[in-house]
């Protein structure tokens, strides 16, 4: 039996690559960012209005374009005119709360997303979930460099994203 060896450029796929790229500015974009801001303070859902208000010298179609365009790219997802999603964070409660150095709790889309949240913020977190297999309740910190001493022997589940599903990772 031969192995094939390729080369990291031949593994990769251009389009992917592309969207990747795109994502990836996306994220640096000032409505993002403001959105992100909007879900670190407050929690969501955030009323599209706010973030155009929030924005005052751009004009509110360009805003509003511009929102749409991030909805696409599965970078937020907005229903009845308000975020709801923006990654990591989600509106509605999932079964993985970070709990903000102030005491600000929010909900984070998937387990990898809620290991996000301390390097996007710069500061500690609390992480709480619950064992995928047992239920048992899950506690430890986060610091902005990786998981605390208190997450050794956790492991995080990622599964086959299904066609249409917007999250590939589901538990701790």
Do not use: N
Not at 61 to 68: F, K, N
């Amino acid at each position: 039996m031969t192995l094939p060896i390729k080369t990291a450029e031949e593994l990769m796929d251009p389009m992917l690559e592309a969207r990747w790229a795109a994502r990836r500015a996306g994220r640096q974009g000032q409505v993002l960012q403001q959105i992100l801001r909007a879900f670190v303070e407050r929690g969501g859902p955030v009323p599209v209005a706010a973030i155009r208000a929030s924005i005052p010298h751009h004009p509110p179609e360009a805003i509003e374009e511009t929102i749409r365009a991030l909805d696409g790219e599965d970078l937020v997802q907005v229903v009845d005119g308000e975020v709801v999603i923006a990654y990591p964070f989600s509106a509605a409660p999932t079964p993985f709360r970070v709990r903000l150095a102030e005491g600000r709790e929010r909900y984070a889309c998937c387990a990898v997303d809620a290991l996000g949240v301390a390097p996007m913020v710069g500061a500690p977190v609390r992480i709480d979930s619950e064992c995928h297999h047992c239920g048992a309740a899950l506690t430890f910190s986060a610091e902005p460099d990786g998981p605390g001493p208190e997450s050794d022997g956790l492991m995080v589940w990622i599964g086959e994203r299904a066609e249409g599903e917007r999250r590939i990772s589901t538990s701790l």
